[in-house]
């Protein structure tokens, strides 16, 4: 009787052992599954991490470029306001051909996408008579509104002065309307915000009166 329990015993420990083993071979080959799968699409990883890496830093370098060229309104509702009846006239405005090189130059620089539609006035800011050229980005417009229905608006701004030439765009995002600096302007920001925004809202409700057809503002 003992004889035969100890060979049940026996037995036992060897079915087991034997179960113990094939645990530790099954975990072994699905440890080798999993690193040759690591292995395998490791480039694919890398490719994806690459791929995210770059859009998070394209992503992040947009969002500084915006905030550096941003320009805060403290009225924000008047400013809409009068950006909405600028752009109205402005893509309305008369096309004018430049008169010469020099003023081509000078509007494929400043007035991007205006398609010649181009209107100029005058405005004194307390140091004299400073021309303003202002202009939609007719271009953008149309390509957006026959894409997307509702397109986005900008109305480009010049100052022109003996000092020089500064430039503010007025356009619109998924809040509204916004006042951004030109890029060439946006890393020395020659004006404070408060004047900058001043200075936008006087050219946007004088484009509002004198642009468009049949006004001064037109050549």
């Known amino acids: 009787m003992t004889e035969d329990l100890d060979k049940q015993h026996a037995i036992e420990r060897q079915k087991t052992l034997r179960a113990g083993l094939w645990l530790v071979a099954l975990l072994l080959v699905l440890g080798a599954l999993f690193f040759a799968y690591r292995f395998v699409t490791a480039p694919v990883r890398m490719a994806q991490d690459t791929t995210e890496s770059a859009v998070e830093t394209v992503s992040e370098t947009a969002t500084k470029v915006l905030s550096v060229r941003h320009v805060e309104v403290a009225s924000g509702r008047r400013f809409s306001r009068l950006a909405d009846k600028a752009h109205a006239v402005l893509i309305t405005h008369p096309v004018s ?17 205006a398609q010649d539609k181009v209107c100029t006035f005058s405005l004194d800011f307390g140091a004299g008579p400073v021309e303003v050229f202002a202009a939609s980005d007719n271009d953008g417009f149309a390509t957006n509104r026959a894409m997307a229905g509702e397109a986005e608006r900008q109305v480009r701004l010049v100052f022109v002065s003996e000092a020089g030439s500064l430039g503010l765009n007025a356009q619109t995002d998924a809040d509204g309307w916004a ?21 936008a809202m006087d050219a946007l409700a004088e484009a509002a009166n004198v642009c468009g057809p049949d006004k001064p503002g037109n050549p």
Do not use: C
């Open 97 to 113: 051909a430049p008169d010469g090189m020099g003023e081509r130059t000078f509007r494929a620089a400043n007035l991007r996408g």
């Open 179 to 199: 006042l951004l600096w030109r890029r060439r302007n946006a890393a020395s920001k020659p004006l404070d915000d408060a004047t900058a925004a001043k200075r």
